[in-house]
Nanobody, 126 residues
Framework: QVQLAESGGGGLVQAGGSLRLSCAAS????????LGWFRQAPGKERDFVAA????????YYADSVKGRFTISRDRTKSTVYLQMNSLTPEDTAVYYC??????????????????WGQGTQVTVSA
């Protein structure tokens, strides 16, 4: 069992601005897990944003965020971060942290992920 708690969203950021989301994990060692970020805009499906393989740090990104977003981890804090730069209104969504066992970081599907955080709202104004 892995418990995930996101933080860092909830406010309003202007287009072109930056925001960093955090996801603190607890309950299990993350060595064999992949951690990912997904987002869901109103009326749309939950989409892959970025993920990393905890043991190696290998990272994967959706094309829409490459060059703007960076996923990283702090092993000592069991925390994964999503640094978001050059934000646009199209980035407005609820952002979810997720954890799944195994080498699933390269997949964009939600189904391999077993554990999800509660989500944090990111709103970008034009």
């Amino acid at each position: 069992q892995v418990q995930l708690a996101e933080s860092g969203g909830g406010g309003l950021v202007q287009a072109g601005g930056s925001l960093r989301l955090s996801c603190a994990a607890s309950g299990s060692t993350l060595r064999d897990y992949s951690l990912g970020w997904f987002r869901q805009a109103p009326g749309k499906e939950r989409d892959f944003v970025a993920a990393l393989r905890w043991s190696t740090g290998a990272t994967y990104y959706a094309d829409s965020v490459k060059g703007r977003f960076t996923i990283s981890r702090d092993r000592t804090k069991s925390t994964v971060y999503l640094q978001m730069n050059s934000l646009t209104p199209e980035d407005t969504a609820v952002y979810y942290c997720a954890a799944g066992w195994g080498k699933i970081a390269s997949t964009v599907a939600t189904t391999p992920y077993d554990y999800w955080g509660q989500g944090t709202q990111v709103t970008v104004s034009a």
